[in-house]
């Protein structure tokens, strides 16, 4: 057993850092102790020195599986430097090289080795590796193990069969994203706490950004969209657009070109020259702003973007918060929007279907290619094999299809240079359908959970209590509060559009302060106003739409369509949105209503519904809770309980805070994200005059000081 203060001593001795970053310590702990362990964190959380300190301390050598082979590199030189002996073993090493790196583990030089996932396709890598005394297997990006995942990668699937012939040394995987259906997958395929290893434990931390402003913007078109990235490129300067397509990469990048806003553009249909060439620009710093697919991602670590829009809605919440997380990895703030128009769903669902083929499109092709390839190769792209799917609407899914026939041995694809295309092969004999290992079921399954994923993304985006708790609540990370200050329904700061939206919506704004006491008959009626609205709107709405019917929103979306007009309008007014939302999922999970459709939800009543709205039957459900509002500004006072009060110079807190006001605004984040109360009473209290003495003050680093610092001994220097 090793205690907690020799953990800090190594901590310090070896990495130079004091302190473990948010939940290190647990997963250290375990591990060291024999235990597997499932490490859920978001990127920059400190992912490696779960594994690398207990390197340092386990009897073996800790095996490091990593895709990032670019990275591999750096990470081994920067455990050199630490004197903790390590290498790596990938594709980038000639066979000598990697015989002497492969020597040198034998004889025990080193602790950590690095190893990219596909060495393991190699039986005699495995081999060498087998005799040797192989303390912890850390597995990293751990989720590409999933099919479930957005990042499969079938190398990883052999991983498990590593572990075999490597005596099932005890593991550790860990991965920025994972859903509880991920996360499961991963816990199952590398068998963690099977073959007599201790019983795993899975740990989930650090999703929490308090940094980051989430805002989602309803947008009507794209000139809106547009207009809200120049607003963001205009007052934020640093970031990334991040669109669905390429071909809205191209357009909004052309639109800002036009405007003279200075962009670089990425997405996977350039070179590998022309995406290098760009990337390097942007994380250079020669230019300020890229608008990209989620192509652009791995290895984007540039600490400074101030903002990351999506400007179409990603596919998942995972998706999305690894996206977004890029923004303020500096610890500043830094504004996460999300431009949301129930259309682009389509280009979603158009993913969903092009990635997970139905039955009937697979039988089609298979038909087709026993029709076409009946005398021999054909040489044919994919577009033109479409055409003789009958069931095919999208391309997309043809070539899925195709890979799935493939995969399964029924035919075979070659590339042959100087070709326009694919030659296609019938494998000889050729079998029928039913004869091809084709998982139909699971395939079924995967399409079903990428629409939930959609779902929830879709979610996100109507949702309108506080976002950040929606995402820990996601992820399962056990921060989650109810209220963050943040994002933009906790009171985040404003946009113009919210301003002008607050003030149209006040009725939303209700706040309830009593918890909700009704009698039977009470707690009846108030189930047949809000099942009564349902039956109104005619399953025309979702339940967002319903909601701001019962509250008596004076919104947009419930003017345009007159639904004001009806009986129900504003009946549940003094429960506010967020108890009559809440009641409404409910009453959806009672089954009294249905929600159909994705793109467009549409609630209706359900029988049972219809029955309780007509009080032929009862309905014993419990209401949600009417909260109390918590006060907004709970952050900024915990911050200033911390700072002893001496005195300061109260005009010159004004002249900081009037400054901190004027600043926040303009960059659309709360003013406690620029500096906190608290410092603006330590700038108050000691007028630091130049740089360094700012940076004496507390809560001013290095990165505030360059982004803050001439302003703020301006204004010091302007209050005598
Ligand atoms: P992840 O793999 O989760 O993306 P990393 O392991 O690369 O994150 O760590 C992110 C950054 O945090 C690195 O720069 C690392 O040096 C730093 N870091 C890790 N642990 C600590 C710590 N205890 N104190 C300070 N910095 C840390």
Redesign the pocket.
Known sequence: MIDATELHQL?HRH?G?H???EG?EPVIDAVVNGQDALVI?????????CYQLPAMLLDGITVVVSPLIALMKDQVDGMVEKKIPATFINSSLGQAEMDDRIARMKRGEYRLVYVAPERFKSPRFVQALAPLSIALFAI?EAHCISQWGHDFRPDYLRLKWALKDLGQPQVAALT?TATPEVRDDIIEQLALGKFGRKPPQVFVSGFARHNLTLAVTHTANKAEKLERVFEAIRTLKTGIVYCATRKNVEKVHAHLAERRAQAIYYHGGMTEEQRTKAQDKFMGGQCPVAVATNAFGMGVDRADLRFVIHYDIPGSVEAYYQEAGRAGRDGEPARCELLFNYADVRTQEFFIEGANPTREIIAGLHQALLRLCKRGPIEMPMSEIAEHVKAAKNDMAVGSALYLLERAGFITRDYRQGSRTYTTRLVEPAKSLEDLAIDFERLDAKRTRDEAKLRRMIDYADQRGCRHAFILNYFGDEEAADRCNVCDNCGGAPTPKRRAAAKREKVEAVSVSEPVQVSADDQKLLLQKALSCVARMDGRFGLGRVTLVLVGSRSKEVFDSQLERLSTYGLLKEFGYDFTLELLRRLVAAGCIEVTGVEYPQASLSDLGREVLLAMKPLDIELPPVEKRKSTARRSTEAVATVPEAPYDARLFDALRQWRRKVADGMGVPAFLIYPDATLKELARHKPQTEEALLEVRGIGPAKARQFGMETLTVIRSVP
Do not use: C, N, R
């Open positions: 901590l990495f850092f302190e473990f970053l290190q964190m978001p990127t920059g959380g400190g992912k490696s020195l990293d920025a």
